[in-house]
């Protein structure tokens, strides 16, 4: 549902980028022609999201020349990014449905997605995990995440 949603949610104008990773695409994917810019991340071996989404997503998206990067990673299913680490009885839920952490993958997914928005959602400084600290070194409040889908 998180990458469906939040591709749905890129239309309309509320948010300056949007993240996307695997899932199942919106039915109306010529509404994406009016969305803020993509980054997506695919597994080829993905049991949930059909074969071919990234392919298609990137085709929706140039129909509107949105700024995009669609990626599909060969050798990973669905839930590539996610190191959640369940339990014997989950793993094997995990392995029915094709899903598993993939070290490689989810590092350039991140990347990706870092850069992407460091493009996209111009900030003072670059994007970066945690709250930033002032000069006095307290924790400052971080950036507002406004745009952030």
């Given at each position: 549902?998180?990458?469906q949603?939040?591709?749905?949610?890129?239309?309309?104008?509320?948010?300056?980028?949007?993240?996307a990773?695997?899932?199942?695409?919106?039915?109306?994917?010529?509404?994406?022609r009016?969305?803020?810019?993509?980054?997506?991340?695919?597994?080829?071996?993905?049991?949930?999201?059909?074969?071919?989404?990234?392919?298609?997503?990137?085709?929706a998206?140039?129909?509107?020349?949105?700024?995009?990067?669609?990626?599909?990673?060969?050798d990973?299913?669905?839930?590539?990014?996610?190191?959640?680490?369940?339990?014997?009885?989950?793993?094997?839920?995990?392995?029915?449905?094709g899903?598993?952490?993939?070290?490689?993958?989810?590092?350039?997914?991140?990347?990706?997605?870092?850069?992407?928005?460091?493009?996209?959602?111009?900030?003072?400084?670059?994007?970066?995990?945690?709250?930033?600290?002032?000069?006095?070194g307290?924790?400052a409040?971080?950036?507002d995440?406004?745009?952030?889908?």
């Amino acid at each position: 549902m998180g990458g469906q949603l939040a591709l749905q949610l890129s239309v309309g104008g509320l948010f300056d980028a949007c993240a996307a990773n695997y899932g199942v695409l919106p039915k109306d994917l010529h509404a994406l022609r009016d969305a803020c810019p993509v980054v997506a991340s695919y597994g080829a071996k993905d049991l949930i999201a059909r074969r071919g989404s990234a392919a298609r997503l990137d085709a929706a998206l140039a129909k509107g020349d949105v700024p995009r990067d669609i990626r599909e990673y060969p050798d990973v299913g669905h839930g590539f990014i996610n190191d959640w680490r369940f339990p014997g009885p989950v793993r094997f839920i995990e392995r029915a449905v094709g899903a598993s952490y993939s070290a490689a993958e989810a590092e350039d997914a991140w990347r990706r997605m870092l850069e992407f928005f460091n493009c996209y959602l111009p900030l003072d400084g670059p994007l970066a995990p945690g709250p930033a600290a002032d000069a006095a070194g307290k924790t400052a409040t971080p950036p507002d995440p406004v745009g952030l889908v």
